[in-house]
């Protein structure tokens, strides 16, 4: 059954971690409302291109823009099933917006799937839910996901861990163990079908 899901985004937030999850939740047939506090459907955010090229940490470069869908100030998240937050640059102010935060509360208290990759650890502990959690992340935000009571799980890059609804990973490489995780939380089965041959 196709679920409903919103996914909080800003400027700056990381391309592939953005476009990449929107595309693939779609694919598998959920309806994905993109939404930016300050911003209406039609509007863009600026993503940025964060890569591992053998630096001390990620470089940064100028991502594609990416268009929201719906409007920040008409979403209730109520209406969703599910809750996807991207990385970046991004979460580092939208977790100093109040809304972002008590809407990422609602899906903590309903018990509704939670999906957050990288830097979004920090609208997490913002907003104070992960007590208790066991939560992957970008490893600079571990001291942030600690210090909200959480257990941060130390992962190689393209691997994923699930608690409960909590879906998170540390960057872009664990998308395909991200997303396959996150769609076994939603209830989403993808099945293979013998080709037609003529």
Known sequence: MSKSILMIVGDFAEDYETMVPFQMLDLAGHEVHAVCPEKEAGDTIKTAIHDFEGDQTYTEKP?????????????????????CLPGGRAPEYLRLNDRVTEMTRHFFAEDKPVAAICHAAQ?????????GRRCSAYPACAPEVEAAGGTYVDVEMNEAVTDGNLVTAPAW?????????????????????????A
């Open 123 to 131: 609208t997490l502990a913002a907003a104070d839910v992960l007590d």
């Open 173 to 197: 490489p664990a998308h395909a163990a991200w997303i396959r995780q996150f769609l076994d939380v939603l209830g989403t089965r993808i099945e293979h079908a013998e080709p037609v041959t």
């Open 63 to 83: 991502g594609h823009n990416f268009a929201l869908n719906a409007t920040f100030d008409e979403v209730d998240a109520a209406d969703y099933d599910a809750l």
